[in-house]
Structure formats: structure tokens, C-alpha cells
């Protein structure tokens, strides 16, 4: 069973930059020729929200309104890790940061200009916190 670990959560000022990390374990993905991976982040009080993905094949991304042009998503197939660069921080952009993978291209598809729909993602990792002030 593949499991993920995000890291690079912290507290920032507003303007800053963070770049969190979720690197995949074990289980089938390496397999895979392509599969869908993505940042998900929940605030309190709020649903979780798909704010980037991508698809390891070719690198084609997409991004949430709220995060393009500020965050940046990669991904490194020779460490099965993933990337997520976020510049220019807003106090908005506090929440918990989760990673996720796929095998479905679905998961990697924009539909109503919701990114990436969480029921498409079987593997999670824990989180990490970010907070802006």
C-alpha cells in the first residue's frame, strides 16, 4: 500500500514563501506508467478544497483560481516526490495541506472549476499546517 508524508509546512508573514513536499512509499504507483497527484487544503470551518494538480506522464497541471500565478506544483519521478511551491502567501491560504494520488485520470480533470474532485483520490497523507499572518 503506497503511502504519502508531506513536509515544509510552517508560519510565515504574509509575502512570504513556503514549499511543501509529499514524497510516495511503497505500494503500486511506481508501477503505473501515469497517475494523477495533487494538493488538497482544508480550513477550519471549511470544505476541503483542490487547489493543484498533476499528471506524471507529461507534467500537465492545473491550478485553483485562488493559487495561479502564486503556487507552483512538480513532480520528480526519479524520488516519486512531490512539490508544491507557494510564493507570495496570503492569511487566506492558512490551512492544513494534504497530498493525494491517483490513478484515475479523472482525478486530474478541472469540472465546474473545481480542481481535482477529492472522491477520485484513494491515497492521503496526514497533512501539514500552514499558517499566514
Known amino acids: 500500500q503506497v503511502q504519502l508524508v508531506e513536509s515544509g509546512g510552517g508560519s510565515v508573514k504574509a509575502g512570504e514563501s513556503l514549499k511543501l513536499s509529499c514524497v510516495a512509499f511503497g505500494g503500486t504507483y511506481s508501477s503505473y506508467r501515469s497517475y494523477c497527484m495533487a494538493w488538497f487544503r482544508q480550513a477550519p470551518g471549511k470544505e476541503r478544497e483542490g487547489i493543484a494538480n498533476?499528471?506524471?506522464?507529461?507534467?500537465?497541471?492545473y491550478y485553483a483560481d485562488s493559487v495561479r500565478g502564486r503556487f507552483t506544483i512538480s513532480h520528480d519521478s526519479a524520488t516519486n516526490t512531490m512539490y508544491l511551491q507557494m510564493d507570495n502567501l496570503r492569511p487566506e491560504d492558512t490551512a492544513t495541506y494534504y497530498c493525494?494520488?491517483?490513478?484515475?485520470?479523472?482525478?486530474?480533470?478541472?469540472?465546474?472549476?473545481?480542481?481535482?474532485?477529492?472522491?477520485?483520490?484513494?491515497?492521503w497523507g496526514h497533512g501539514t499546517q500552514v499558517t499566514v499572518s
Open positions: 493525494a494520488a491517483s490513478g484515475e485520470a479523472a482525478g486530474c480533470t478541472v469540472v465546474g472549476g473545481v480542481v481535482s474532485d477529492p472522491v477520485w483520490f484513494n491515497v
Open positions: 498533476i499528471w506524471t506522464a507529461d507534467h500537465t497541471t
